[in-house]
């Protein structure tokens, strides 16, 4: 069995990671009835992504094995909020694993590429987008050493 690699996302990689994002968020749909998509949701998506490709403060980086990819991430350098010494935060928007792909530690070797890359842009401190229904979600960030800063509040 060949080995897992990560590396950027490139636009051809667009369709298959469209296909992972809207079954992410079909299940989240299950959880959450505010979560609503447009018939043409995996079109935006897909188009939105392909100009953060291009984005110098995004990365976007999926996870394959014998040329078929099991995940993806998506991390984002922002500035941080004024008054804190630090100047620059990791953002993880998305981090996404093919349900069906049974592979252990490709969250980790997700976030490890993530990692390296805000370190490369010297932002030592992540903040990471984790549904608040999602258990799963939720274990892994625990697992890796994150904890609640704030919460996101959705108001309709």
């Given at each position: 069995?060949?080995?897992?690699?990560?590396?950027?996302?490139?636009?051809?990689?667009?369709?298959?990671?469209?296909?992972?994002?809207?079954?992410?968020?079909?299940?989240?749909?299950?959880?959450?009835?505010?979560?609503?998509?447009?018939?043409?949701?995996?079109?935006?998506?897909?188009?939105?992504?392909?100009?953060?490709?291009?984005?110098?403060?995004?990365?976007?980086?999926?996870?394959?094995?014998?040329?078929?990819?099991?995940?993806?991430?998506?991390?984002?350098?922002?500035?941080?909020?004024?008054?804190?010494?630090?100047?620059?935060?990791?953002?993880?928007?998305?981090?996404?694993?093919?349900?069906?792909?049974?592979?252990?530690?490709?969250?980790?070797?997700?976030?490890?590429?993530?990692?390296?890359?805000?370190?490369?842009?010297?932002?030592?401190?992540?903040l990471a987008c984790v549904p608040h229904r999602g258990a799963v979600e939720q274990a892994f960030w625990r697992a890796q050493g994150a904890?609640?800063?704030?919460?996101?509040?959705?108001?309709?």
């Open positions: 069995m060949q080995a897992i690699i990560v590396r950027p996302a490139i636009l051809i990689d667009l369709p298959e990671l469209a296909r992972l994002w809207h079954e992410k968020m079909v299940l989240q749909q299950q959880f959450d009835r505010r979560i609503t998509l447009t018939p043409d949701a995996s079109r935006r998506w897909s188009a939105a992504t392909a100009a953060w490709l291009e984005d110098a403060d995004c990365y976007v980086c999926v996870a394959e094995r014998n040329q078929c990819i099991l995940g993806y991430a998506i991390g984002w350098v922002k500035p941080a909020p004024p008054g804190l010494v630090l100047e620059r935060i990791g953002y993880v928007t998305e981090l996404v694993v093919d349900a069906h792909a049974h592979q252990g530690g490709l969250g980790r070797l997700l976030l490890s590429a993530l990692r390296q890359w805000f370190t490369l842009r010297k932002t030592q401190q992540i904890s609640e800063w704030v919460d996101l509040m959705w108001v309709k």
